[in-house]
């Protein structure tokens, strides 16, 4: 599968006031893309952290659903942090990531082990309570609506193909911190 | 643990407390242990136990995205450990956040093992630009509210590191 097409499939199922956080890589290429009407938080670098920002957004508004877009090299760079959101147990977080084996952004290199890292296996096994793998899109679909009618946490890892992605050219028109304030500035007026 | 450090842990969360913290994250330090019990037991402050300490960094930071202000416990080694995070929401994303950080390796130090971190941590912080400040005793506990508007105006992570008298007292050390 596409990751433009996870990415679709995603966006066709998330509710109109769903956040998203998408941590780096072709994961957020994908779901910028999307043009998605979703406030969208990007949350690297600093390469790893995404799903830690995702929780500490999560814990504090917790009228609001963050759903985080995640790529396989950012979550292996901190696998801790699976326990640490099992834990913590946020109803209002729901993760999935893209599995590209790859660090596509880097350069394309394998993750170490790349093709036989389960990700559902590790996060089961760090405490999670609900968790789904897709291999191609009829299961995607199903899954990410599964994980989107979900009471509770819960975390989809899906399969998508290996596609170049090379760093963006030059920057946006404006900074991280100008994104930042923007996307405070939109969840603060949506209150 | 002795009674000096519930009481000087029940100062420092009232510090925290007038500064409208409401999410901590924590990782412990032997000396960091009534801080850590008694912010467990704060109704006030949502208490989120992590396993790296970068990953308390990236909570703070999405809670204080989210408005709301937060604080990272934790040892200095741990801000050793978080030196890419740490430097990415001070000055890529300005997200405000407090960190306390007990302060392993100085004269108040018996253990070996811990001399490193004392050694390195105050021109780690200089070279990250993150402003920092040391509470030698619990008498100086407004810097911890003080450090934490400091954080906000700033809009980004400011350190206060906490020496062993700061947390315990005079007990022996352990
Ligand atoms: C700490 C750190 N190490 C390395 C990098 C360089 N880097 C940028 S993107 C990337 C790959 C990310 O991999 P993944 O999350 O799987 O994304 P994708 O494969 O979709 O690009 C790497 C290694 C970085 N930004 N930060």
Redesign the pocket.
């Known amino acids: 599968m596409r990751?433009s097409v996870a990415a679709r499939l995603m966006r066709e199922r998330l509710a109109p006031s769903d956040v998203v956080v998408c941590?780096?890589?072709?994961?957020a290429?994908a779901w910028r893309e999307q043009n998605a009407p979703h406030p969208t938080y990007y949350a690297?670098?600093?390469?790893?952290m995404a799903p830690a920002l995702a929780l500490g957004l999560a814990l504090a508004r917790p009228d609001r659903r963050i759903v985080l877009l995640?790529?396989?090299?950012?979550?292996?760079?901190n696998l801790g942090v699976l326990i640490t959101i099992a834990g913590a147990a946020p109803a209002n977080l729901r993760v999935a990531v893209?599995i590209?084996d790859?660090?596509?952004?880097?350069?394309g290199q394998p993750?170490p082990n790349a093709g036989r890292i389960s990700y559902v296996t590790l996060a089961a096994g760090a405490g999670w309570p609900w968790t789904g793998e897709a291999h191609d899109e009829a299961q995607a679909a199903r899954l990410f609506a599964a994980l989107l009618e979900l009471p509770q946490l819960g975390l989809v890892a899906v399969h998508v193909d290996a596609e170049e992605?090379p760093y963006p050219p030059g920057p946006g028109p404006t900074s991280q911190a100008e994104d930042r304030a923007l996307f405070q500035r939109r969840l603060s007026d949506e209150r | 643990m002795s009674g000096d450090g519930q009481a000087h842990a029940e100062r420092i969360v009232g510090a925290l407390l007038r500064a409208g913290v409401e999410i901590a994250a924590s990782l412990p330090d032997s000396w960091l242990s009534p801080l850590i019990e008694r912010i467990s037991n704060e109704p006030k402050i949502r208490h989120i136990r992590v396993t790296r300490e970068d990953d308390g960094a990236g909570v703070c930071a999405g809670a204080s995205l989210g408005g709301k202000r937060a604080v990272l416990v934790c040892q200095n080694a741990g801000l050793l450990l978080s030196a890419?995070a740490l430097a990415g929401y001070a000055h890529h994303h300005q997200l405000p956040f407090l960190v306390l950080a007990v302060y392993r390796g100085s004269y108040e130090d018996r253990f070996y093992y811990q001399m490193y971190k004392g050694l390195v941590t105050e021109p780690v912080l200089d070279a990250l630009r993150i402003p920092f400040h040391v509470v030698d005793r619990i008498e100086d506990v407004a810097i911890v509210e003080e450090a934490a508007r400091e954080a906000s105006l700033a809009r980004r992570p400011v350190v206060v590191l906490l020496r062993r008298a700061a947390l315990l007292g005079d007990a022996k050390a352990s």
């Open positions: 990751r941590g780096l890589g072709s994961t290429r690297s670098d600093p390469m790893g995640e790529g396989d090299g950012d979550l292996a760079m893209f590209n790859r660090y596509e952004t880097g350069g993750l992605s | 890419n």
